[in-house]
Antibody
């Protein structure tokens, strides 16, 4: 059974860059798409973007090009960098696996990690 | 972006009740809709994909229906473990978008 685990700093200062890593275990990182999704406290879910194991990416335009997702297949990890953060970026950040053909569904999720943006 | 609107926002029900949650898309998404269950402090869990396909391991009391712009998640007999927040998500077009959630509470 595939498992995903997010890791990274829980506190980031305003204007700095948020960096998170998701480690995949129990399954292959190849042939799947890997997403980041976030949820502000008490609010709904927002898809940030995904990366294919080959390195191709797709982002939510709402992040205004602040997000960058990368993958390291040798370590079975993928990462998120979000630049110029503000308090509005405070959220639980989830990584998830996207499976399917032309239309992908996020079928496995990490437990999530809370990132607070504050000075 | 495709807007997803769920109703109701909150639903109060008792164990054994049949409950339904509606999700409407701002434009047609064919059947590319998923339903997730989320409990406090936990990650969302996939229940239904492609509008009506039950994810492996999910109890058969959960069912999904609909296509185009209107979809429904039904729980045939509410169990204590089902009190949670439910989200719909469209994966027809980018960016993927979610409904605002429906909280199912104990009556």
């Amino acid at each position: 059974q595939v498992q995903l685990q997010e890791s990274g700093p829980g506190l980031v200062k305003p204007s700095e860059t948020l960096s998170l890593t998701c480690t995949v275990s129990g399954g292959s990182i190849r042939t799947y798409y890997w997403s980041w999704i976030r949820q502000p406290p008490g609010k709904g879910l927002e898809w940030i973007g995904y990366i294919y194991y080959t390195g191709s990416t797709n982002y939510n335009p709402s992040l205004k090009s602040r997000a960058t997702i990368s993958v390291d297949t040798s370590k079975k990890q993928f990462s998120l960098k979000l630049s110029s953060v503000t308090a509005a970026d405070t959220a639980v950040y989830y990584c998830a696996r996207g499976a399917g053909g032309s239309f992908l569904i996020n079928d496995h999720w990490g437990q999530g990690t809370l990132v607070t943006v504050s000075s | 972006d495709i807007q997803m609107t769920q109703s109701p926002s909150t639903l109060s029900a008792s164990v054994g009740d049949r409950v339904s949650i509606t999700c409407r898309a701002s434009q047609s998404i064919s059947s590319w809709l998923a339903w997730f269950q989320q409990k406090p402090g936990k990650a969302p869990k996939l229940l239904i994909y492609e509008a009506s396909s039950l994810e492996s391991g999910v109890p058969s009391r959960f069912s999904g229906s609909g296509s185009g712009t209107e979809f429904t998640l039904t729980i045939s007999s509410l169990q204590p473990d089902d009190f949670a927040t439910y989200y719909c998500q469209q994966y027809h077009s980018y960016p993927w978008t979610f409904g605002q959630g429906t909280k199912v509470e104990i009556k």
